[in-house]
């Protein structure tokens, strides 16, 4: 496989699919390259849900699995570990990240969002996680790494959700929500790849409505109308579709230290 080619190697802002879409993203780059930033999006719900933790200065553990390996990994760092949604406990479920008391560190694991960032993390690239509700801060945050050197390139992934045989579905919430990542960016118009052109414009008439509505009003009657919400809905959840939508509610960008995602601010060193 060309690297070149299915890399959007002529562009310093590029956007795909899942993890593959990521390691061809960052073609040949070496390991622990200082030069390459990964924006990873999954907005139903890893990423919402981590943006709501580290709101609250919560550490939040990725993590891969869901068994006895997550509850070890809960334990050796003294975290709560999160739930499935239906036990109605700490889970992946933003809601209940917000309203959890005495939480200070949450193993959260998710088979697309935290797998994608771990695995990006153990190849040695910079991640950042970004949704709806914090993709104006993480737009500015990658225009401050852009800035820092024409060499630096940054890769919007999109994580998607999965078939029952396991293969990517792709999500549109999470096309929306790397589009906005990308809209937000100041300053580096020229430097976007096609697919990130289309993400962004994709994002913006997802905010577009016919019926006059307001920007956020109009995404957030998309979020749960798009299969990914109507499951959510479905199921009881509809307060996370909602937390989803809060477009630009959060100034904190969750960064990815030693295994775990923690805030920070516009400001602070990158």
Same mark, same amino acid.
């Given at each position: 496989?060309?690297?070149?080619? @299915?890399?959007?190697? /002529?562009?310093?802002?590029?956007?795909?699919? &899942? =993890?593959?879409?990521?390691?061809?993203?960052?073609?040949?780059?070496?390991?622990?390259? #200082?030069?390459?930033?990964?924006?990873?999006?999954?907005?139903?719900? @890893?990423?919402? $849900?981590?943006?709501? #933790?580290?709101?609250?200065?919560?550490?939040?553990?990725?993590?891969?699995?869901?068994?006895?390996?997550?509850?070890?990994?809960?334990?050796?760092?003294?975290a709560t570990l999160a739930r499935a949604r239906s036990e109605r406990d700490v889970?992946?479920?933003?809601?209940?990240?917000?309203?959890?008391?005495?939480?200070?560190?949450?193993?959260?694991? $998710?088979?697309? !969002? /935290?797998?994608?960032?771990?695995?990006?993390?153990?190849?040695? +690239?910079? +991640?950042?996680? #970004?949704?709806?509700?914090?993709?104006?801060?993480?737009?500015?945050?990658?225009?401050?790494? =852009?800035?820092?050197?024409? &060499?630096?390139?940054?890769?919007? +992934?999109?994580?998607?959700?999965?078939?029952?045989?396991?293969?990517?579905?792709?999500?549109?919430?999470?096309?929306? %929500? !790397?589009g906005a990542v990308v809209a937000a960016v100041e300053g580096h118009e020229h430097? =976007?790849?096609?697919?990130?052109?289309? #993400?962004?414009?994709? @994002?913006?008439?997802?905010?577009?409505?016919?019926? !006059?509505?307001?920007?956020?009003?109009?995404?957030?009657?998309?979020?749960?109308?798009?299969? /990914?919400?109507?499951?959510?809905?479905?199921? %009881?959840?509809?307060?996370? +579709?909602?937390?989803?939508?809060?477009?630009?509610?959060?100034?904190?960008?969750?960064?990815?230290?030693?295994?775990?995602?923690?805030?920070?601010?516009? %400001?602070?060193?990158?």
């Amino acid at each position: 496989m060309d690297d070149t080619v @299915f890399g959007q190697g /002529s562009a310093r802002i590029r956007f795909d699919w &899942g =993890l593959t879409g990521a390691r061809a993203l960052r073609g040949v780059a070496p390991p622990g390259d #200082a030069g390459f930033l990964a924006v990873v999006v999954d907005v139903l719900s @890893f990423t919402t $849900s981590v943006s709501v #933790a580290v709101d609250r200065g919560v550490e939040v553990f990725p993590s891969p699995w869901r068994d006895e390996r997550a509850a070890d990994h809960a334990t050796r760092h003294g975290a709560t570990l999160a739930r499935a949604r239906s036990e109605r406990d700490v889970s992946l479920s933003p809601a209940s990240l917000r309203h959890a008391p005495g939480l200070a560190r949450v193993v959260l694991p $998710s088979p697309n !969002g /935290s797998t994608i960032s771990l695995s990006l993390a153990e190849d040695g +690239v910079a +991640v950042v996680a #970004a949704c709806l509700r914090n993709a104006a801060a993480v737009g500015a945050y990658v225009a401050r790494f =852009l800035d820092e050197d024409p &060499g630096h390139v940054v890769a919007v +992934v999109a994580g998607g959700e999965r078939w029952p045989d396991g293969s990517l579905r792709p999500a549109v919430e999470d096309l929306w %929500g !790397g589009g906005a990542v990308v809209a937000a960016v100041e300053g580096h118009e020229h430097d =976007l790849s096609p697919e990130a052109e289309v #993400a962004a414009a994709a @994002f913006r008439s997802a905010c577009d409505s016919p019926d !006059g509505r307001d920007a956020p009003a109009a995404l957030q009657v998309r979020l749960r109308r798009c299969v /990914s919400g109507r499951e959510l809905v479905s199921q %009881g959840f509809g307060a996370d +579709v909602e937390i989803a939508a809060e477009l630009d509610a959060s100034d904190v960008v969750p960064v990815l230290v030693d295994g775990r995602f923690v805030g920070r601010r516009l %400001g602070e060193p990158l």
